[in-house]
């Protein structure tokens, strides 16, 4: 099983083989993407990419990137169905700015409803051009067409084209509008529990964590942190870092980091800085904390309005008032917090 190949690898892939623009149309089928309030919102013309290689392999692009949440294996199921291939055959190329569809981000649980929709027309949409085109090559009429794992097949003549034998390294760009989405009762993937696209390489320790790459040449960095929030730099010495052999010094404004080939001296080095900053009393604490929650928290955004507290006051015959307080807890995973950057002219892979 192949999938999140890299940039390299996809564009050497990518010299023959069929890519697909689609452009989603507003039918009874399509379910707008929901948007947040105040948020960019998707173009117009929204664009999902997908591509059909000469050896029949689908590459599904997603601006989406899996975190856990099983989207890898989710979004490849939503694109098989639609496009009548296996699931098998489909690899994912998840988060690449550079490649695939622009997105807000991956975060609120938004994934299926946000580029779910998009991903079924794209799909869709795909397997009606092709079908179309079977029917030209094998002279056969749609209505006696059946597609399956990327085979169409016109069962009367027993003959058949496959989607790779159509492609032929072409590039394709037809449209059809107002296609509409499989009906549940047609199903054959969604709703099934196949093998996560990442499993075996999550559990054998094949995948790669940011923290478990190295790059030719790379450096490895140590920031000079503040003890505290609102915490002022007031004078620093890095004079002692020069001591270490390799080492290098970087600031810009307050910001203050060390650099070393190999991890551990940059670690040694930054433990080499003496640094002096001014701290600013807190006056949070344990029993300040939920009334500067209220104060520092943005102002809400109201979604909906409807009736009048005032008229539910005077309707009610008992009202109960209370004020519920929680611990203060914050979204902490557990992973290695670590970013790689390769800079290579003008583009910067991060």
């Known amino acids: 099983m192949k999938h999140d190949p890299s940039r390299r690898e996809f564009l050497a892939l990518a010299g023959s083989g069929l890519f697909l623009l689609f452009r989603i149309e507003r039918t009874a089928a399509f379910q707008e993407p929901q948007q947040l309030p105040g948020a960019t919102p998707y173009p117009a013309d929204f664009n999902a990419y997908l591509r059909i290689g000469a050896d029949g392999r689908v590459t599904c692009l997603s601006g989406k990137v899996e975190y ?35 997105d807000i981000g991956t975060f609120g649980s938004l994934t299926t409803r946000q580029f779910g929709p998009a991903l079924r027309g794209a799909g869709a949409e795909a397997r009606a051009v092709l079908l179309q085109m079977a029917a030209e090559h094998l ?29 032929e390294g072409k590039s394709i760009e037809r449209h059809v509008a107002n296609v509409p989405w499989k009906p549940p009762s047609a199903f054959r993937l969604i709703g099934t529990s196949p093998g996560r696209k990442d499993a075996e390489d999550k559990i054998t320790g094949k995948a790669k964590y940011t923290s478990d790459m190295a790059l030719p040449g790379m450096l490895y960095a140590r920031i000079v942190r503040p003890p505290a929030h609102g915490a002022v730099m007031k004078n620093i010495d890095t004079s002692a870092v020069g001591t270490i052999g390799g080492a290098r010094v970087v600031k810009d ?12 001296l940059a670690e040694k080095a930054l433990h080499l800085v003496i640094a002096d900053f001014e701290q600013v009393p807190s006056t949070v604490d344990d ?51 670590s970013a790689v950057a390769l800079i290579e002219g003008d583009t910067v892979t991060i």
């Not at 404004?253 to 551990?264: C, K, M, S, T, Y």
Request: contains cysteine; aromatic residues 6%; charged residues 20%.
């Open 68 to 102: 856990g949440q099983g989207i890898m294996t989710s979004l490849a199921q939503l694109l098989a169905e639609e496009l009548d291939v296996a699931y098998e055959s489909v690899d994912m190329v998840m988060g690449d700015t550079n490649l695939c569809p622009w």
């Open 287 to 337: 029993k300040t904390i939920f009334d500067h929650l209220l104060n520092a928290a943005p102002r809400p955004d109201l979604v909906g309005e409807s009736g009048s507290m005032a008229e539910g006051e005077r309707l009610s015959t008992a009202i109960a008032e209370e004020t519920y307080f929680n611990g203060y807890v914050a979204h902490a995973p557990i992973e290695p917090h």
């Open 139 to 167: 002279q056969s009429p749609l209505d006696r067409l059946d597609v399956r794992n990327g085979i169409v097949s016109d069962l009367t003549k027993n003959k058949q084209v496959s989607y790779a034998q159509l492609v």
């Open 253 to 264: 404004g307050d910001l203050i980091a060390v650099l070393h080939e190999r991890p551990d």
